[in-house]
């Protein structure tokens, strides 16, 4: 009897130092992401409303000319910045809007973050005015877009620049940037 009765005090104490108790909580891995994506950043508000208003959905899926300064057939060379992506489409509500964003540059990608549109407001068959509107887009290159994550460049001849195959991409309509 005293043997089981010492082995109990044994448990007994084992299970007070903390021996098969939970002690702090393990350390939990966040996923970093990684440098040569682009910061975090939202969707304006009312982007999905006045996409909608457009005729878009979540998914569409809009064919550019990536900047609208390099409007050409052949290769572009990007640098980070602010860029006016036009779209080509002959009719639609699209056919009077440019969409807005900012490029970044990266190693091996150009990443395109759009956060509003210009729609042409016309008077008497003129453009008078534009009007800026909310939206959500990001941009994808037409021949490698499986994993969403930009256009496949290469290092440009100056610091910080790329160079593409086309200067045309497509931008997905999304609800929130990755």
Not at 13 to 41: D, F, I, N, T, Y
Not at 82 to 97: A, I, N, T, Y
């Amino acid at each position: 009897m005293s043997g089981g009765r010492h082995i109990g005090l044994i448990l007994v104490a084992a299970g007070g130092l903390g021996l098969g108790c939970a002690g702090k909580p393990a350390v939990v891995a966040e996923s970093q992401r990684p440098s040569w994506m682009p910061p975090e950043m939202k969707c304006p508000q009312e982007a999905a409303e006045q996409m909608k208003k457009m005729g878009l959905v979540l998914g569409d899926r809009i064919p550019v000319v990536v900047d609208e300064t390099q409007n050409r057939p052949g290769s572009a060379r990007y640098k980070s910045r602010f860029v006016m992506s036009v779209p080509k489409v002959d009719e639609g509500e699209l056919k009077d809007v440019s969409i807005a964003g900012y490029l970044y540059v990266a190693n091996h990608r150009v990443f395109g973050r759009y956060d509003r549109a210009y729609v042409r407001y016309y008077e008497d068959g003129k453009v008078r005015d534009f009007y800026e509107v909310p939206f959500c887009g990001v941009l994808l290159d037409p021949r490698w877009d499986k994993d969403g994550e930009g256009i496949v460049s290469y290092p440009g001849p100056e610091r910080g620049t790329a160079v593409v195959q086309d200067a045309r991409g497509i931008i997905l309509v999304v609800d929130r940037f990755p």
